[in-house]
């Protein structure tokens, strides 16, 4: 069982960066693959991008490549997601996923997730 817990959402103008955190409880933490995802309004849940258990692979969705960064820090049960160059159309709740498979961008692949974060990029 992993409980998740996001923060460091907030509103920002666009070009501007944030960085959000999942901060997990649970000793396997550090073996589940992580996802990050999104729900803009109106919109369905997307994936963002993931990490590998270890750390070592990252994945991230079109938009997000070269803008986000997701890392994690398994000593401390943290997972980040760096954003930069944010857009408007970054508006959205992110969530942190637990238990699927590396890289996967399918919300049924996750067994855990937090209860999300607002990001607002104003224009």
């Known amino acids: 069982q992993v409980q998740l817990v996001e923060s460091g959402g907030g509103f920002v103008q666009a070009g501007g960066s944030l960085r959000l955190s999942c901060a997990a409880s649970g000793r396997t933490f550090s073996t589940y693959a992580m996802g990050w995802f999104r729900q803009g309004p109106g919109k369905e849940r997307e994936f963002v991008g993931g990490v590998s258990w270890s750390g070592d692979v990252t994945y991230y969705a079109s938009y997000a490549k070269g803008r986000f960064t997701i890392s994690r820090d398994n000593a401390k049960n943290t997972v980040y997601l760096q954003m930069n160059s944010l857009k408007f159309e970054d508006t959205a709740v992110y969530y942190c996923?637990?238990?699927?498979?590396?890289?996967?961008?399918?919300?049924?692949?996750?067994?855990?997730w937090g209860q999300g974060t607002q990001v607002t990029v104003s224009s």
């Open positions: 996923a637990a238990g699927g498979l590396a890289g996967s961008r399918e919300t049924n692949d996750y067994a855990y």
